[in-house]
């Protein structure tokens, strides 16, 4: 079955006709089931969650206040809504959620009050620094020693999965994307991602859009951690990570 278990409705509007460009496009690659979600910075109830990251940096600061946030409810009728349709595929709805050891009560909280199909657990900041940003080389890799950060990623990423907030894990090795490679063998940590993430439960994805969106020669998840996680038996879910219809399926066909 080919699965995009990772798509985002960030660059338009939370309507239906939005919503149908990227069902349409899935259909068109033959995709049979999607999952379609935002991130929490969309959305004014995680809106303190994001405070952290506007003290860290004038330019986070900048960056996350041009955003314009909307109450989680217009999700929730988009969702509601798209649910009526008798379609062709199956569509799943959930969050990304930015996550910080720190806002586990705040989290939960928030979650509790809604009912999605899936919620993706991803680390996008380290102790407040975001590494995936153009202003990330200045802030955080030019700052912090590459190994620590490695480090700290994959020990945030231990919380998180032990959490248990979440059904699915985002882009589990996207820190590769700048090609900051890190001295230590990263095969013992992903030994215990693996461990964890069977004990737990959760699909640890494999994400194509390292790849497209910023040249990384691996198509998804680099191959030692992934084969580590199915030596475990964890959960694989396929997904683009795709923020504009074009990209929808991308490269699944090949990592599936």
């Known amino acids: 079955m080919l699965r995009d278990g990772h798509i985002h409705l960030e660059n338009g509007p939370l309507s239906v006709d939005y919503a149908m460009r990227f069902v349409e496009a899935a259909i068109n690659v033959n995709m049979q089931e999607i999952q379609i979600l935002d991130h929490t910075h969309r ?63 705040f989290i939960k909280n928030v979650l509790s009050q809604h009912n999605y ?4 657990g991803s680390i996008h900041s380290i102790d407040g620094k975001l590494y995936d940003m153009p202003f990330s080389k200045q802030i955080l890799w030019d700052v912090e020693d590459v190994d620590h950060i490695y480090k700290r990623y994959y020990e945030i990423m231990e919380d998180m999965i032990a959490s248990d907030l979440f059904t699915q894990i985002g882009h589990p090795d996207q820190l590769k994307l700048f090609h900051n490679e ?61 923020h504009v219809s074009e990209h929808v399926g991308q490269c699944i066909a090949q990592i599936s």
């Open 43 to 105: 959305f004014l109830e995680f809106a303190p969650m994001y405070e952290r990251l506007k003290l860290a940096s004038p330019k986070q600061r900048e960056w996350l206040e041009k955003k314009k946030l909307e109450p989680l409810s217009t999700f929730d009728q988009l969702i509601h809504d798209m649910k009526q349709k008798n379609l062709p595929i199956t569509v799943r709805w959930g969050l990304e959620v930015c996550y910080d050891p720190t806002q586990k009560a």
């Open 182 to 242: 890190p001295m230590y063998d990263l095969t013992p940590t992903y030994h215990r991602i693996a461990k964890l993430a069977k004990e737990h439960d959760v699909y640890m994805e494999n994400n194509t859009g390292i790849h497209y969106r910023y040249g990384h020669e691996d198509v998804g998840t680099n191959p030692l951690f992934l084969n580590i996680l199915k030596q475990y038996g964890v959960k694989i879910m396929t997904a683009s990570d795709a």
């Open 117 to 120: 199909d899936f919620v993706i």
